[in-house]
């Protein structure tokens, strides 16, 4: 075989190996859920897309407003009877306080609701890449130990929170995650809030 027959065969395989990359990455994205993207975006004025989301984190809230002074976040009100607006608590992504957070494999997105108290109220993990097996995290298990904890707490792996899988990398990642932005946050906006009334 002659070095043009060669170089026409090792193009070919190039673009073969290049086409099957794109459908497979193109199969791959069809059964990513939107909310990858959408947290992606973190806090944005934009945020019809979250609502979903901060209902699920702040389920007493009726309405959201953006707020962008200091780190962005979402704010949730109720409406009272004659109209007024009580804040019932804070939505935030992790990624706008603490970013670069990484588990065994990747960045862990979640988006954290906290009450006025400082108190969480539940949290959505929107994205993650840990594979399944031994290094998995069951999401529903792993986030339900958090709500009604105080940013006070200890919120730490083996103190006050469970390893929930042989994840220990992950786990604690996660959890320093979510620690920190909360306590942040409270830092943030819980102080100014007092400081207004």
Request: hydrophobic share 40%; glycine share 10%; proline share 5%.
């Amino acid at each position: 075989m002659d070095a043009e027959h060669r170089h026409q065969g090792a193009c070919v395989k190039t673009r073969t190996l290049a086409a099957a990359a794109i459908v497979t990455l193109t199969i791959g994205m069809i059964g990513i859920p939107e909310s990858v993207y959408a947290q992606r975006d973190r806090a944005t004025a934009d945020f019809a897309r979250y609502v979903k989301y901060l209902r699920g984190v702040l389920p007493d809230a009726e309405t959201f407003q953006f707020v962008d002074t200091g780190t962005p976040h979402y704010r949730g009100y109720r409406i009272g009877p004659n109209g007024e607006e009580t804040l019932v608590g804070f939505g935030f992504f992790n990624v706008d306080f603490a970013p670069r957070v990484r588990g065994y494999k990747g960045e862990i997105w979640m988006l954290i609701g906290m009450n006025p108290g400082g108190t969480l109220t539940d949290i959505d993990i929107l994205f993650h890449n840990e594979p399944f097996g031994y290094f998995s995290i069951d999401p529903a298990a792993f986030v339900a130990q958090f709500r009604g904890k105080s940013v006070l707490a200890p919120l730490t792996v083996g103190d006050d929170i469970d390893a929930v899988s042989r994840a220990t990398i992950t786990n604690n990642a996660a959890v320093r995650a979510i620690r920190d932005s909360a306590r942040r946050m409270a830092r943030e906006f819980l102080t100014e809030r007092a400081t207004e009334q």
